[in-house]
């Protein structure tokens, strides 16, 4: 809109005003230009073969002595070695080896098991009529061994009345952190992951041959430090709405460097910080409620609204956010939130877009 008065050659806006000749000084203006950006190192991609073992390398191997002392332990727990060779991408000695079923317990700090996964599985492997698929087993402390990948299939073969299953087992005790990180047998959603994530922290925590291990050197098996914290926020609270909240403390969260034992502390705290955010924001749903909203995506609708981080673009560079400082701006705008400041339409793209809940 321009103004009501007119001067030659001179434009008046609502945001100030502009001429021809302060135009063509813009143009003409030198720019500045920016740094270019430091080009990452191209991943130089392997050879075709040149990875790993031949076949006759994994063939003709002679047993290590870890090899050998790993059969003494199947041995000891009624099993039998049926095979050992070294796998075929690092060289690692495996056995393949007959177990009894009540000699292989799932690690004790991966997921919840899932029924109905298990029921399925136990519907289809008498379908088949055989038993094809090995799980990954290595040694406990208790004469026995743990599998990290294979709870579905070991409910499955328990319900079937099974005696023996055959298992995939190695001699390193901490590769079942590793595998638990890549976990196919059932699908993780958030929950199941950050129960599982915290579980392992706890894990490394009490174990005394672990002492001194910080987040950073497992970072691989925890895979985000987010997870640790919305990890005791499952802990403390199972109907716990993670999805709601992941984006913003991902951004937040980094690896410490401290022992486990003490950086679980400030997880603890951060995730009591959290929980108070969630009764906030609860709150504020309740009373989108009341104003007549009815969705099941209005949680996300608050957090969405009350989060300083969503605008926030940084740079490679930068710093993350400040967890305490962010979460309390949170909690603050929870507590002054106005449902008349939300439209239908508001509530119809949030469930267009979706929510995370879970």
């Known amino acids: 809109m321009t103004s009501s008065f007119f001067v030659p050659r001179v434009h008046f806006t609502r945001q100030g005003y502009y001429s021809a000749r302060m135009a063509k000084a813009k143009a003409a203006a030198p720019k500045e230009k920016k740094a270019a950006a430091p080009k990452k190192p191209r991943k130089v991609k392997p050879e075709a073969g040149s990875v790993g073992l031949t076949v006759d390398e994994i063939a003709n191997s002679s047993p290590s002595a870890d090899s050998t002392k790993l059969g003494k332990l ?106 638990l990180a890549l976990n196919t047998e059932k699908a993780h959603n958030l929950k199941d992951k950050a129960i599982e994530v915290i579980r392992m922290a706890r894990a490394i925590a009490a174990d005394p041959k672990k002492k001194g291990k910080s987040e950073t050197d497992v970072a691989f098996e925890l895979e985000q430090a987010s997870l640790v914290t919305i990890g005791i926020c499952y802990e403390k609270n199972a109907r716990f709405s993670g999805g709601a909240y992941n984006s913003v403390v991902s951004k937040c969260e980094t690896w410490s460097t401290d022992p486990m034992e003490k950086s679980l502390k400030l997880r603890e705290q951060h995730a009591d910080k959290l929980l108070e955010l969630d009764e906030a924001v609860s709150a504020a749903v309740v009373r989108l409620k009341e104003s007549g909203f009815t969705s099941g995506y209005l ?26 400082k962010t979460i309390d701006k949170m909690i603050e705008g929870a507590k002054k939130f106005d449902p008349s400041k939300i439209r239908a339409q508001d509530v119809a793209i949030a469930a267009a877009v979706g929510g995370g809940e879970e």
């Open 299 to 324: 949680k996300p609708i608050v957090v969405a609204r009350v989060n300083p981080l969503r605008f926030l673009k940084p740079g490679k560079e930068d710093a993350p956010p400040d967890f305490d």
């Open 74 to 179: 199947i041995e000891d727990a009624g099993g039998h070695v049926l095979a050992s060779y070294r796998e075929p991408f690092g060289g690692y000695w495996v056995s393949l080896a007959a177990l009894p079923l009540d000699k292989v317990k799932p690690t004790p700090y991966q997921r919840e098991l899932s029924k109905a996964h298990a029921d399925r599985l136990a519907t289809v492997i008498p379908k088949v009529g055989r038993f094809l698929d090995p799980v990954i087993a290595v040694p406990d402390d208790e004469g026995g061994f743990i599998s990290p990948n294979g709870m579905h299939r070991l409910s499955a073969l328990a319900s079937l009345g099974a005696r023996s299953v055959v298992a995939l087992v190695m001699p390193e005790p901490e590769i079942a952190f590793r595998i």
